[in-house]
Protein backbone atom coordinates (compact mmCIF):
# COMPACT_ATOMS: atom_id res chain seq x y z
CA UNK A 1 0.00 0.00 0.00
CA UNK A 2 1.10 3.12 -1.25
CA UNK A 3 1.68 6.57 0.45
CA UNK A 4 -0.43 9.21 -0.92
CA UNK A 5 -0.33 12.66 -1.11
CA UNK A 6 -3.15 12.99 2.03
CA UNK A 7 -1.44 10.18 3.79
CA UNK A 8 1.59 12.22 4.22
CA UNK A 9 0.02 15.44 4.79
CA UNK A 10 -1.65 13.89 7.80
CA UNK A 11 1.35 12.39 9.00
CA UNK A 12 3.65 15.92 8.59
CA UNK A 13 0.59 17.50 10.86
CA UNK A 14 0.67 15.23 13.29
CA UNK A 15 4.28 15.18 13.37
CA UNK A 16 4.24 18.97 14.08
CA UNK A 17 2.03 18.72 16.44
CA UNK A 18 3.83 16.42 18.79
CA UNK A 19 6.31 18.40 18.02
CA UNK A 20 4.44 21.81 19.15
CA UNK A 21 3.96 20.03 22.58
CA UNK A 22 6.74 18.77 22.71
CA UNK A 23 7.93 22.10 22.68
CA UNK A 24 5.25 23.96 24.54
CA UNK A 25 5.76 21.69 27.67
CA UNK A 26 9.57 21.76 27.33
CA UNK A 27 8.90 25.60 27.41
CA UNK A 28 6.70 25.72 30.06
CA UNK A 29 8.91 23.37 31.91
CA UNK A 30 11.60 26.03 31.67
CA UNK A 31 9.30 28.98 32.39
CA UNK A 32 8.65 26.91 35.72
CA UNK A 33 11.99 26.65 36.46
CA UNK A 34 12.70 30.01 36.03
CA UNK A 35 10.24 31.40 38.32
CA UNK A 36 11.08 28.84 40.92
CA UNK A 37 14.62 30.55 40.96
CA UNK A 38 13.38 33.82 41.30
CA UNK A 39 11.08 32.66 44.07
CA UNK A 40 14.26 31.44 45.96
CA UNK A 41 15.63 34.48 45.77
CA UNK A 42 12.82 36.20 46.59
CA UNK A 43 12.33 34.34 49.94
CA UNK A 44 16.09 33.61 50.75
CA UNK A 45 15.61 29.97 50.42
CA UNK A 46 18.19 27.16 49.69
CA UNK A 47 18.03 23.44 49.52
CA UNK A 48 20.52 20.70 51.37
CA UNK A 49 21.27 19.07 47.84
CA UNK A 50 19.58 18.54 44.29
CA UNK A 51 17.34 16.08 45.48
CA UNK A 52 15.37 18.67 47.78
CA UNK A 53 16.04 20.99 45.14
CA UNK A 54 13.72 19.03 42.25
CA UNK A 55 11.30 17.91 45.15
CA UNK A 56 10.60 21.23 45.91
CA UNK A 57 10.23 22.47 42.20
CA UNK A 58 7.63 19.51 41.87
CA UNK A 59 5.53 21.02 44.58
CA UNK A 60 6.67 24.57 43.49
CA UNK A 61 4.79 22.98 40.14
CA UNK A 62 2.27 21.89 41.24
CA UNK A 63 1.24 25.38 43.17
CA UNK A 64 1.82 27.38 40.06
CA UNK A 65 -0.84 25.41 38.14
CA UNK A 66 -3.23 24.83 40.88
CA UNK A 67 -2.96 28.97 41.25
CA UNK A 68 -2.95 29.59 37.63
CA UNK A 69 -5.96 27.80 36.90
CA UNK A 70 -8.08 28.86 39.89
CA UNK A 71 -7.11 32.23 39.05
CA UNK A 72 -8.23 31.77 34.92
CA UNK A 73 -11.67 30.21 36.14
CA UNK A 74 -12.79 34.00 36.43
CA UNK A 75 -15.93 32.86 38.59
CA UNK A 76 -14.58 33.46 42.06
CA UNK A 77 -14.94 36.32 44.41
CA UNK A 78 -11.38 36.36 45.34
CA UNK A 79 -7.96 35.40 43.61
CA UNK A 80 -4.80 33.63 45.14
CA UNK A 81 -0.85 33.96 44.09
CA UNK A 82 2.67 32.64 44.46
CA UNK A 83 3.93 33.31 48.25
CA UNK A 84 6.79 32.18 50.42
CA UNK A 85 4.88 28.60 51.42
CA UNK A 86 4.66 27.93 47.72
CA UNK A 87 7.22 25.00 48.21
CA UNK A 88 5.62 23.00 51.28
CA UNK A 89 3.67 19.99 51.60
CA UNK A 90 0.63 20.38 53.22
CA UNK A 91 2.09 18.59 55.99
CA UNK A 92 4.85 21.14 56.40
CA UNK A 93 2.72 23.97 56.39
CA UNK A 94 -0.01 23.01 58.60
CA UNK A 95 3.12 21.31 61.35
CA UNK A 96 4.91 24.90 60.66
CA UNK A 97 2.27 27.71 60.26
CA UNK A 98 -1.05 27.02 62.06
CA UNK A 99 -0.87 25.62 65.47
CA UNK A 100 -4.15 26.19 67.01
CA UNK A 101 -4.80 23.40 69.61
CA UNK A 102 -7.50 23.29 72.20
CA UNK A 103 -7.73 20.41 74.61
CA UNK A 104 -10.33 17.67 73.54
CA UNK A 105 -12.26 18.72 75.95
CA UNK A 106 -12.78 22.28 76.71
CA UNK A 107 -13.09 23.59 80.25
CA UNK A 108 -14.66 26.41 80.92
CA UNK A 109 -14.44 28.75 84.13
CA UNK A 110 -17.27 30.47 82.94
CA UNK A 111 -20.98 30.25 84.44
CA UNK A 112 -24.15 29.99 82.45
CA UNK A 113 -24.96 33.71 83.40
CA UNK A 114 -22.06 35.04 82.03
CA UNK A 115 -22.52 33.41 78.80
CA UNK A 116 -26.21 34.25 78.58
CA UNK A 117 -25.23 37.78 78.59
CA UNK A 118 -24.52 37.80 74.99
CA UNK A 119 -28.58 37.22 74.63
CA UNK A 120 -29.42 40.19 76.34
CA UNK A 121 -26.95 42.63 74.30
CA UNK A 122 -28.84 45.48 72.23
CA UNK A 123 -28.12 44.58 68.37
CA UNK A 124 -28.85 48.30 67.84
CA UNK A 125 -25.52 49.16 69.20
CA UNK A 126 -23.66 47.05 66.07
CA UNK A 127 -23.09 49.47 63.41
CA UNK A 128 -23.61 47.91 59.68
CA UNK A 129 -19.70 47.71 59.34
CA UNK A 130 -16.63 48.52 61.35
CA UNK A 131 -12.58 48.28 60.89
CA UNK A 132 -10.68 48.73 64.33
CA UNK A 133 -7.72 49.60 62.45
CA UNK A 134 -9.51 52.86 61.69
CA UNK A 135 -9.80 53.36 65.51
CA UNK A 136 -6.05 52.92 66.08
CA UNK A 137 -6.46 49.33 67.90
CA UNK A 138 -5.22 47.59 66.05
CA UNK A 139 -1.25 46.82 65.49
CA UNK A 140 0.65 46.09 62.47
CA UNK A 141 0.26 42.62 60.73
CA UNK A 142 3.13 40.46 62.08
CA UNK A 143 4.52 37.01 61.14
CA UNK A 144 5.00 33.56 63.48
CA UNK A 145 7.22 31.84 61.64
CA UNK A 146 7.94 28.69 61.47
CA UNK A 147 6.79 28.04 65.03
CA UNK A 148 2.81 27.01 65.39
CA UNK A 149 2.32 29.39 67.80
CA UNK A 150 -0.94 31.53 65.88
CA UNK A 151 -2.71 31.08 69.07
CA UNK A 152 -0.61 33.32 70.83
CA UNK A 153 -0.30 35.62 68.14
CA UNK A 154 -4.65 35.74 68.32
CA UNK A 155 -4.88 35.87 72.17
CA UNK A 156 -2.33 38.79 72.23
CA UNK A 157 -3.57 40.88 68.93
CA UNK A 158 -6.79 40.77 71.31
CA UNK A 159 -5.08 42.15 74.42
CA UNK A 160 -4.31 44.93 72.22
CA UNK A 161 -7.18 45.52 70.91
CA UNK A 162 -9.34 45.85 74.43
CA UNK A 163 -5.92 47.86 75.62
CA UNK A 164 -5.88 50.37 73.32
CA UNK A 165 -10.19 50.76 73.60
CA UNK A 166 -9.39 50.97 77.51
CA UNK A 167 -6.44 53.38 77.78
CA UNK A 168 -5.89 54.77 74.59
CA UNK A 169 -2.97 53.50 74.31
CA UNK A 170 -2.21 51.08 71.22
CA UNK A 171 1.26 49.15 72.22
CA UNK A 172 2.95 45.82 70.55
CA UNK A 173 3.18 43.49 73.17
CA UNK A 174 4.62 40.17 73.48
CA UNK A 175 3.94 36.86 71.53
CA UNK A 176 7.05 35.44 72.93
CA UNK A 177 6.19 35.88 76.98
CA UNK A 178 2.74 34.26 75.83
CA UNK A 179 4.92 31.41 74.14
CA UNK A 180 7.23 30.85 76.80
CA UNK A 181 5.29 31.17 79.75
CA UNK A 182 1.71 29.70 78.99
CA UNK A 183 1.74 25.87 80.18
CA UNK A 184 0.49 25.00 76.57
CA UNK A 185 2.20 23.13 73.62
CA UNK A 186 4.33 26.27 72.81
CA UNK A 187 5.54 26.13 68.66
CA UNK A 188 2.95 22.84 68.59
CA UNK A 189 0.01 24.17 69.33
CA UNK A 190 -2.38 25.66 71.95
CA UNK A 191 -5.55 27.65 72.09
CA UNK A 192 -6.39 31.26 73.42
CA UNK A 193 -8.53 30.68 76.41
CA UNK A 194 -4.88 29.41 77.89
CA UNK A 195 -3.33 32.74 76.85
CA UNK A 196 -5.98 34.56 78.62
CA UNK A 197 -5.81 32.62 81.87
CA UNK A 198 -1.75 33.35 81.97
CA UNK A 199 -1.67 37.00 81.29
CA UNK A 200 -4.16 36.91 84.07
CA UNK A 201 -2.22 34.98 86.42
CA UNK A 202 0.59 37.10 85.86
CA UNK A 203 -1.32 39.80 86.02
CA UNK A 204 -0.23 41.61 82.31
CA UNK A 205 2.04 41.25 79.74
CA UNK A 206 5.34 42.95 78.41
CA UNK A 207 6.03 44.60 75.45
CA UNK A 208 7.11 43.68 72.36
CA UNK A 209 10.86 45.49 72.65
CA UNK A 210 11.48 44.25 76.42
CA UNK A 211 10.44 40.56 75.30
CA UNK A 212 10.73 40.07 71.55
CA UNK A 213 9.65 37.18 69.40
CA UNK A 214 12.17 34.43 68.20
CA UNK A 215 10.25 32.11 66.36
CA UNK A 216 10.94 29.26 69.18
CA UNK A 217 10.50 28.32 72.60
CA UNK A 218 12.86 29.98 74.56
CA UNK A 219 11.91 29.28 78.35
CA UNK A 220 10.01 31.81 80.72
CA UNK A 221 12.21 34.66 81.32
CA UNK A 222 10.21 35.91 84.11
CA UNK A 223 13.20 39.27 84.25
CA UNK A 224 11.58 40.48 80.72
CA UNK A 225 8.24 39.96 81.74
CA UNK A 226 8.48 41.86 84.73
CA UNK A 227 7.49 45.47 83.72
CA UNK A 228 3.47 44.84 82.44
CA UNK A 229 2.09 47.02 79.21
CA UNK A 230 -1.39 45.72 79.69
CA UNK A 231 -3.40 44.30 81.85
CA UNK A 232 -6.75 41.98 81.54
CA UNK A 233 -9.13 40.67 84.40
CA UNK A 234 -11.25 38.31 82.36
CA UNK A 235 -12.34 36.82 79.30
CA UNK A 236 -15.59 35.45 78.04
CA UNK A 237 -15.82 32.45 75.25
CA UNK A 238 -18.91 33.44 72.89
CA UNK A 239 -21.77 31.01 71.90
CA UNK A 240 -20.60 29.06 68.55
CA UNK A 241 -22.81 31.24 65.93
CA UNK A 242 -21.61 34.23 63.58
CA UNK A 243 -24.64 36.30 65.51
CA UNK A 244 -22.44 36.30 69.01
CA UNK A 245 -19.43 36.74 67.34
CA UNK A 246 -21.23 40.02 65.45
CA UNK A 247 -22.12 41.08 69.01
CA UNK A 248 -18.47 41.01 70.18
CA UNK A 249 -16.46 41.93 67.24
CA UNK A 250 -18.86 45.40 67.96
CA UNK A 251 -16.88 45.68 70.86
CA UNK A 252 -13.49 44.87 70.39
CA UNK A 253 -11.25 42.81 68.41
CA UNK A 254 -11.99 39.13 68.63
CA UNK A 255 -10.04 35.82 68.95
CA UNK A 256 -11.11 33.14 66.59
CA UNK A 257 -10.12 29.59 65.72
CA UNK A 258 -10.69 28.34 61.91
CA UNK A 259 -9.49 25.67 59.65
CA UNK A 260 -6.99 27.36 57.30
CA UNK A 261 -5.42 23.90 55.99
CA UNK A 262 -6.71 24.43 52.60
CA UNK A 263 -4.65 25.26 49.12
CA UNK A 264 -7.05 28.26 48.40
CA UNK A 265 -6.72 29.63 51.90
CA UNK A 266 -2.86 29.24 52.03
CA UNK A 267 -2.50 31.09 48.55
CA UNK A 268 -5.06 34.09 49.25
CA UNK A 269 -3.84 37.02 48.13
CA UNK A 270 -7.35 39.33 47.57
CA UNK A 271 -11.43 39.53 47.57
CA UNK A 272 -13.89 37.82 49.84
CA UNK A 273 -13.12 34.44 50.40
CA UNK A 274 -15.64 32.11 50.07
CA UNK A 275 -14.48 28.78 50.72
CA UNK A 276 -14.16 25.41 49.71
CA UNK A 277 -12.81 24.89 53.40
CA UNK A 278 -14.21 22.87 55.72
CA UNK A 279 -15.79 23.85 59.42
CA UNK A 280 -13.73 21.18 61.62
CA UNK A 281 -11.03 20.50 62.45
CA UNK A 282 -10.01 24.09 63.57
CA UNK A 283 -6.36 24.24 63.10
CA UNK A 284 -5.39 28.08 62.86
CA UNK A 285 -5.57 30.61 65.38
CA UNK A 286 -6.22 34.55 64.21
CA UNK A 287 -8.39 37.91 65.17
CA UNK A 288 -11.22 39.05 63.54
CA UNK A 289 -10.71 42.80 63.57
CA UNK A 290 -14.41 44.14 61.85
CA UNK A 291 -16.85 43.27 59.28
CA UNK A 292 -18.43 44.78 56.38
CA UNK A 293 -19.89 44.17 53.11
CA UNK A 294 -18.54 44.67 49.07
CA UNK A 295 -20.93 44.06 46.25
CA UNK A 296 -23.50 42.93 48.64
CA UNK A 297 -21.22 40.01 50.14
CA UNK A 298 -20.57 40.65 53.64
CA UNK A 299 -17.28 39.94 54.68
CA UNK A 300 -15.53 39.18 58.38
CA UNK A 301 -12.18 41.67 58.25
CA UNK A 302 -9.46 38.97 59.70
CA UNK A 303 -6.01 39.45 60.83
CA UNK A 304 -3.32 36.72 60.35
CA UNK A 305 0.25 36.38 61.12
CA UNK A 306 1.49 35.16 57.72
CA UNK A 307 3.31 38.73 57.80
CA UNK A 308 2.51 41.36 55.24
CA UNK A 309 2.99 39.66 52.12
CA UNK A 310 0.30 37.24 52.55
CA UNK A 311 -3.19 38.27 51.23
CA UNK A 312 -4.17 41.80 51.84
CA UNK A 313 -1.36 43.05 53.59
CA UNK A 314 -1.73 40.30 55.61
CA UNK A 315 -5.52 40.57 56.10
CA UNK A 316 -8.17 38.34 54.48
CA UNK A 317 -12.07 39.61 53.97
CA UNK A 318 -14.08 36.22 54.82
CA UNK A 319 -17.33 35.41 54.18
CA UNK A 320 -20.10 35.75 56.93
CA UNK A 321 -23.44 35.03 57.34
CA UNK A 322 -23.37 31.58 55.84
CA UNK A 323 -24.98 30.02 58.94
CA UNK A 324 -23.88 28.14 61.43
CA UNK A 325 -21.36 28.31 63.04
CA UNK A 326 -19.65 30.17 59.68
CA UNK A 327 -17.18 29.65 57.01
CA UNK A 328 -14.07 27.53 58.34
CA UNK A 329 -15.62 27.03 61.12
CA UNK A 330 -15.39 31.07 62.32
CA UNK A 331 -17.72 31.41 65.03
CA UNK A 332 -17.35 27.54 66.40
CA UNK A 333 -14.53 28.82 69.19
CA UNK A 334 -14.62 32.38 69.72
CA UNK A 335 -12.91 34.38 72.90
CA UNK A 336 -11.95 37.76 73.52
CA UNK A 337 -10.03 39.63 76.55
CA UNK A 338 -11.67 41.73 79.30
CA UNK A 339 -9.89 44.81 80.49
Not at 98 to 104: K, L, V
Not at 113 to 138: C, I, S, Y
Not at 230 to 241: G, H, T, V
Amino acid sequence: MGFTIEKILIVLIVLMSWASLVTSRTLHEASIAEKHEQWMTENARNYKDETEREMRLHIFKQTVEFIEKFNSEGNRTYNLSINEFADLTDEEFQASYTGYNMPGKKISTQSQAETNWFKHLNMTVAPGQLDWRTKGAVTPVKHQGRCGCCWAFSAVAAVEGITKIKTGKLVSLSEQQVLDCTKSHGCKGGWMDDAFSYIIRSKGLATENIYPYEQREEGCNRKRGVKKAARIRSYKDIPANEEALLKAVAMQPVSVAIHANETSFKYYKGGVFNGPCKTAPLDHAVTVVGYGATDGMKYWLVKNSWGKNWGEGGYIRMHRGVGGTGLCGIASSASFPIA
